[in-house]
C-alpha cells in the first residue's frame, strides 16, 4: 500500500509541474521575456512586446540560425528587403486572389473561428465547438494589412505590409547573382517582419498579427531539386539538435495531396509538441520554378540564370526553401528548457525550483556575478570581475537577498553560470561557479574565468 501510495504522489507531482501555456506565459511576463502589447490600455489582440530577456533571447536565436545559415555555408548570402514593396509583387505571387482564410462565427457565442481548423463532422453540422451553437456560413477573408502611400487615400497609392520575406528575396535574386558572382546552386537568407490579420491569435506568441520569420531560399538547377530537398531537410533537422533542444519532441510532417500549396512539388513540416499540441516550426518546400517565372511574366524582365560554366545554358532556376518562425522558435526554446524540480539545497525534500535550461549560447544572460555580502570590499571586486567577463559574456549582477534566493532568481532567468564573490576571493583570488542545470559549485581562480567559461559552453550536452 506503501508503495501504491508512493506511486500515487509521484505522478500527482508530474501532473502538477507539467509544462502549460499559462506557466510560460506568467514567467515570461515576471521575469521580462514577454509582455502583452499596450497592456496598460487593455491590450492589443495578436500583439506582443519584447522585454529585457526576451530581446536577448530573440536575438540570440537569430544569430545561431543566421551563423548556421550564412557562415557555416559559403555558398548562401543574406538580404533585408524592404517591408513595403510595389504591389504587383504580391499580384505576382498569388497573394491578392488566394492568401485567404475560410473564417465562421458562433451565432450564439459570437466567438470566430477557421474553419479548417474544425471537426469537419461539427463543420458539416454547423455546430460551434465552443458552447454548440449554430454556426455562420464559411466565408473567405484575405489576410493582408492593407495601407495607403502617399499624401491622398484615394485607393490609388494602395500598399501593403508584407505577409512573407520570401518574395523579397526573389525579386532581388538577380540583383545579387550580378552583384556578388553567385553560381548555382546558392542561397539567399534573410530575417525580417511579415504582418497577417490573423482573426484567430491565440497560445500566446505562437499565433501573432506581427510575426519575423528566418528564411533560406536555395537556387539549384532544374532536375537538382529532389537532391537539394533532400539535403536542407537533413540540414534543418540537424540545427535543432545543435540548438540543444529534445529531439524526442519533433517530429516530421508531409504534407499530402490536399494540403500541398499550389506552388509546391513537394513539402514537409517540422513539428514540436507544444503544450497545446504538435505544431507546426517550420517548412522546407520545393517551391519549384513557379515564383520566378511568376515575377518573370509581372515584370516583363528576363529571371533567367545564364550557367557560363555550362555552354551560356539558360534556364529558370528551381528553389528550396527553409522557412522558419523565429518568435515560434522562441516559444519553443522557452517551452523546451523550462522544468520544475525538486532540489535539496537546504535539506527540505519541499524546495522547489523553477528553472529554464537554455543552451548557454542562447541564455539572456550567460553569467551572474553575486557578491556573499554587500560590505568589506566584496561589492567592488564583484564589479571588477563582472567587468572582466562584461566584454565576452552577456552578464548580470545581484546583491539582494540570501544568496540561494539569487541563484532561485537566475535559474528562472536560465543563466547558466552564477560567479559568488566571497571573502575567500579577496585573499586568494577565486571564485566560487555554480552550474545552473547540475546545481554543481566549483572554484576557480578569477584570472581563469573566461576560459572555463568557455570551455563549459563548447562542451555542453543537454542534460
Not at 239 to 268: F, T
Request: glycine fraction near 6%; charge should be negative.
Amino acid at each position: 500500500m506503501a508503495q501504491a501510495a508512493n506511486s500515487s504522489s509521484t505522478s500527482n507531482d508530474a501532473d502538477a509541474n507539467k509544462v502549460t501555456m499559462d506557466k510560460i506565459t506568467s514567467l515570461a511576463k515576471r521575469r521580462g521575456f514577454v509582455f502583452q502589447s499596450s497592456e496598460i490600455y487593455g491590450g492589443q489582440s495578436g500583439a506582443w512586446d519584447y522585454g529585457p530577456l526576451g530581446i536577448e533571447l530573440k536575438n540570440r536565436i537569430q544569430r545561431f540560425w543566421w551563423k548556421e545559415m550564412t557562415q557555416l555555408h559559403d555558398n548562401i548570402v543574406g538580404l533585408d528587403a524592404a517591408i513595403l514593396m510595389h504591389p504587383r509583387v504580391w499580384e505576382a505571387s498569388g497573394h491578392v486572389a488566394n492568401f485567404t482564410d475560410p473564417l465562421v462565427d458562433c451565432k450564439k457565442c459570437k466567438q470566430r473561428f477557421r474553419a479548417d481548423l474544425i471537426d469537419e463532422v461539427k463543420l458539416a453540422a454547423k455546430q460551434c465547438p465552443e458552447c454548440g451553437g449554430e454556426l455562420t456560413d464559411t466565408r473567405k477573408f484575405n489576410l493582408m494589412f492593407k495601407t495607403n502611400i502617399g499624401p491622398v487615400d484615394d485607393g490609388s497609392g494602395l500598399i501593403y505590409l508584407r505577409p512573407e520575406t520570401a518574395q523579397g528575396i526573389y525579386v532581388n535574386y538577380k540583383n545579387v547573382v550580378q552583384s556578388n558572382r553567385m553560381k548555382i546552386p546558392f542561397g539567399i537568407a534573410q530575417v525580417g517582419k511579415a504582418f497577417r490579420n490573423e482573426i484567430v491569435t491565440k497560445n500566446f506568441i505562437f499565433r501573432t498579427c506581427e510575426f519575423e520569420q528566418m528564411e533560406m531560399q536555395y537556387f539549384v538547377k532544374p532536375g537538382d531539386d529532389e537532391a537539394a530537398f533532400n539535403y536542407w531537410r537533413e540540414q534543418r533537422w540537424a540545427y535543432y539538435d545543435k540548438l540543444g533542444i529534445n529531439m524526442e519532441k519533433l517530429r516530421w510532417h508531409q504534407h499530402g495531396e490536399g494540403e500541398l500549396a499550389h506552388y509546391a512539388k513537394d513539402a514537409y513540416d517540422i513539428e514540436y509538441e507544444f503544450p497545446m499540441g504538435w505544431k507546426e516550426l517550420e517548412g522546407v518546400h520545393n517551391r519549384t520554378d513557379f515564383d520566378l517565372k511568376r515575377h518573370q511574366e509581372y515584370s516583363t524582365k528576363d529571371l533567367q540564370y545564364i550557367d557560363q560554366e555550362n555552354n551560356n545554358d539558360r534556364y529558370v532556376p528551381y528553389i528550396v526553401e527553409t522557412s522558419a518562425g523565429l518568435t515560434r522558435q522562441m516559444l519553443m526554446v522557452l517551452c523546451d528548457a523550462y522544468a520544475e524540480e525538486k532540489v535539496a539545497d537546504k535539506g527540505n525534500d519541499d524546495d522547489w525550483r523553477t528553472v529554464l535550461r537554455f543552451h548557454p549560447e542562447l541564455a539572456p544572460i550567460t553569467v551572474a556575478v553575486l557578491p556573499l555580502m554587500k560590505k568589506d570590499g566584496l561589492a567592488e571586486l564583484a564589479r571588477e570581475v563582472r567587468q572582466q567577463l562584461a566584454a565576452d559574456f552577456a552578464t548580470d549582477y545581484d546583491q539582494a537577498g540570501a544568496i540561494g534566493r539569487r541563484y532561485r532568481r537566475q535559474d528562472e532567468a536560465g543563466t547558466p553560470f552564477c560567479v559568488t564573490i566571497d571573502y575567500d576571493s579577496k585573499e586568494d583570488q577565486t571564485v566560487t561557479v555554480r552550474e545552473r542545470d547540475s546545481m554543481e559549485q566549483s572554484r576557480v581562480a578569477i584570472k581563469d574565468l573566461e576560459t572555463w567559461i568557455r570551455q563549459k559552453i563548447k562542451a555542453y550536452k543537454r542534460p
